[in-house]
Every structure is written in C-alpha cells, then in structure tokens.
C-alpha cells in the first residue's frame, strides 16, 4: 500500500484526506506534516500519522501533496529537495505553480500532477482538474485521480491550459455565489425574508445543473425552453444582454486567466 503524505493540513487538504478516509474506511495510508499543532491534532484525531518534519514526510511517502500557499512553495520545495527522487510522486493544489518549477526546485526529475481543485470539494461536490506529467506510473496517476475523484468530477486537462481551466472550476465557485447574493439582494429589497429567497435559489441553482447535465439540451436549448415570446424571462434577458452579461463574464475569466499567468512567472 503507498503512502500518501500532505505537506499542509488546511482546508483543501483536510476536504481531501476526509473523502479519503470516507473511501477507504480508514487513514492508514495518509500521513501529514503542518507547522500548527492544532491542526495536526485534528488529523491524529481523524488517524492520520502526523510527521515531525516535512522532510521526514517526503522520505516516509510515495505521493506528496504540496497543500500550502503559493508563496511557500519556495521555501517548502528547498526544505525537502533532499529527500525528493524519481521514485515519488508530487501534486501541486496552488495556482500558478507549473510541473517544471516544481522539478526545478527539487533538482529532481520527478512526476508531478498538477492539480486545480475547487472549494466545493470540502462537501464533495469538487470539481478537479488534472494535469500529470508524462514520466508518472500508471498506478500513481491512478491513485492521485482518485484522491480527487472521491470528492466531485474530475478531468485531464493539458499543462498548456492550466491557467486558463482556473477560471472555469477553481474561481468560478465565486462567480456563482456573487450571482445568487444579487439575487437574493433583490428579494430582500422587494421584501422577501432573505433565508427563504437564498433556499429558492439555491434549489435553481442544483436544479438547473442537473438540466444542464441530464436533459441532453445544449445550454441555447435549455434557454429557449424557459423562455417565451413577450414573457418575463424574455424581458429579464435583454436587460442581462443589455448590460453586457456574457461579455462580463468572458471579461471577468480572461482577467482571471491572465492573473494566473502573472503568479506563474514569480515562480
């Protein structure tokens, strides 16, 4: 059985090693290592063998989960190049940090799976994308898609797109919170109890998903069915139109796309 280790213990990668456990029925193959005592209490409470040093984690695992921020990459990579070696697989969960910066800090040619998982993956409903590099094992490729896949969908996307896939799944969670804060904004404002707007939209909002899913129709389709000549959605759809609703959005994920590309060259 391989081990795997988490470098980190916050929220993505506490999301992850739940679903896990969930999976498995038990944390006997996770470790982790976090500098905060009170979170690594929590993971010896869930049965994860907590380390007392990153470096001792990447020597005791087969599969290392760097959970920390972007900007501790530098400084976590350079702490364990030592360890690191060809037979041990890395996953990168941060924005912006590409396979080959990993390889580089590690002066190590080893596989990497780069990784962008999204917020919802903490009530596994996550949506994943995964970029593996081309020297990982069949086994570990496996593996590392199932850690994902046990908390949401998950898809292989090419290194090249990245960046760009960040807007789809790793930002878009906010996209969507902000649309359905407006609209409940507007039922407050009308005099509707808030709770009871929000338990609406919420429900339209997986309801809808599972259209867009489920049904078959193209998104146009599935437009045209709720709309009707002269009706209410026709008129609340040229006022979106009119105010540039879709070119907002495609505005809004090319600057998040250009973001990313911005953090990748700090690193």
Request: some cysteine; charged content about 20%.
């Amino acid at each position: 059985m391989k081990k795997i280790g988490f470098i980190g213990a916050g929220n993505m990668a506490t999301a992850i090693i739940k679903g896990m456990i969930a999976r498995n029925g038990s944390a006997d193959m996770l470790g982790v290592y976090d500098t905060d005592k009170a979170k690594t209490d929590v993971m010896l409470g869930m049965g994860v063998e907590v380390y007392p040093s990153s470096p001792v984690l990447v020597s005791s695992c087969d599969i290392i989960v760097l959970a920390v921020k972007p900007q501790n990459y530098a400084e976590v990579l350079d702490e364990v190049k030592c360890e690191a070696s060809e037979s041990k697989t890395f996953v990168s969960i941060a924005a912006g940090i590409s396979i080959g910066y990993v390889r580089k800090a590690l002066g190590c040619n080893c596989p990497v799976v780069r990784v962008m998982p999204n917020t919802p993956l903490l009530l596994k409903k996550g949506a994943s994308a995964l970029c593996p590099s081309e020297n990982i094992s069949g086994e570990d490729r496996e593996l590392v898609y199932s850690m994902f896949a046990g908390s949401g969908v998950c898809e292989y996307i090419s290194e090249e797109h990245m960046n760009e896939i960040i807007s789809v799944n790793g930002s878009s969670p906010a996209y969507i919170y902000l649309f359905a804060k407006a609209m409940a904004d507007y039922a407050q404002r009308c005099g509707i109890g808030y709770g009871q707007a929000m338990n609406l939209i919420c429900a339209t909002l997986e309801g809808s998903a599972a259209m867009l899913r489920e049904s078959g129709d193209t998104p146009d389709e599935l437009i045209k069915k709720v709309s009707s000549k002269g009706g209410t959605t026709i008129a609340a759809l040229e006022k979106l139109r009119e105010h540039g609703f879709t070119e907002g959005i495609l505005d809004a994920m090319q600057a998040c796309t250009d973001r990313a590309e911005e953090l990748g060259k700090l690193f």
